[in-house]
């Protein structure tokens, strides 16, 4: 249970900071991909504020962080944010290596 806790914190977090965003999108379907759109976003910027990813980007250039979503009811795969190595990172994440 600790996992799913963990990771569905997350999803309320991204809920929380989107709350003006997603009040204003009346239908569910609409609301709730939104929603995943907006988790997945935040995942992958999360992904580029660890070490490992920012110590990969100080030694190559080849690791771009991309983040999608699968609409199984469309058969689309939509980009949601390209993330290009040695992308700026807010000071306060960032590592020195």
């Known amino acids: 249970m600790g996992l799913i806790n963990k990771w569905l914190g997350n999803v309320k977090k991204g809920h929380a ?47 771009p962080l991309h983040a999608w979503v699968f609409d199984m009811k469309m058969g689309i795969i939509e980009a949601i944010i390209n993330i290009e190595a040695h992308s700026k990172i807010d000071e306060i994440f960032r590592c020195e290596f």
């Open 17 to 63: 900071k989107q709350t003006v965003e997603l009040s204003n999108i009346s239908a569910k379907t609409r609301k709730f991909n939104s929603l995943v759109e907006l988790n997945v976003e935040g995942q992958v910027k999360n992904l580029s504020k660890t070490t490992f990813v920012q110590r990969t980007w100080s030694e190559i250039n080849l690791v």
